[in-house]
């Protein structure tokens, strides 16, 4: 597998992984017609801006991928040290085999050594999702809240989004943390 930064030509790309992620339900809070060319040049743009996108090309087929990361800051100046928005996925095909802690990984790493600006990276998940709550977990996400009734499922459930924060250990901060 070959991990690399993201670029616009990638967007048919992401666009054909994302439309293949959004037929498992649950999977991602996207149903398949709403996996458009428009949604990923958006955020693949502001990734590349304020953020950052890693995608894994499969190795045999290199123009195919088959995982994505990206997330972004938002444009709210009391919010520029937090990257969110962040979305991941694994080709149903591949799933399993480790890719998905590898480019999660990848992407931690990266914000560690080469972004000192961003303090924090929030997630959400759905609460059912429990493989995705012990992944992020184990890789020193918390769970940081439980939004109930937030997300309804394609079969017309309700369950609550969780959501999850990854603190930089190498954030710069005046060291003045604010407690309630």
Excluded: C
């Excluded at 499922?153 to 604010?178: C, K």
């Amino acid at each position: 597998m070959h991990y690399r930064t993201a670029t616009p030509t990638d967007i048919p790309a992401i666009v054909k992984l994302y439309k293949a992620v959004s037929k498992i339900e649950g999977y991602i809070a996207r149903l398949e017609h709403e996996v458009t060319e428009d949604y990923v040049s958006h955020f693949l743009h502001k990734s590349i801006e304020s953020g950052l996108i890693i995608v894994g090309e499969n190795e045999e087929n290199p123009e195919e991928l088959i995982a994505e990361i990206h997330g972004y800051t938002s444009d709210l100046t009391i919010f520029k040290h937090v990257l969110g928005d962040v979305t991941f996925l694994v080709h149903p095909d591949h799933q399993g085999k480790g890719i998905g802690r590898t480019i999660i990984t990848i992407f931690l790493d990266e914000i560690a050594n080469n972004r000192p600006d961003i303090g924090k990276v929030e997630l959400f998940t759905g609460e059912s999702n429990r493989r995705a709550i012990g992944l992020y977990q184990s890789l020193g996400f918390m769970i940081e809240g439980r939004m109930e009734l937030r997300y309804r499922t394609p079969s017309g459930t309700y369950e609550a989004d969780i959501p999850m924060g990854w603190q930089n250990p190498n954030f710069e901060f005046d060291g003045n943390i604010p407690r309630l």
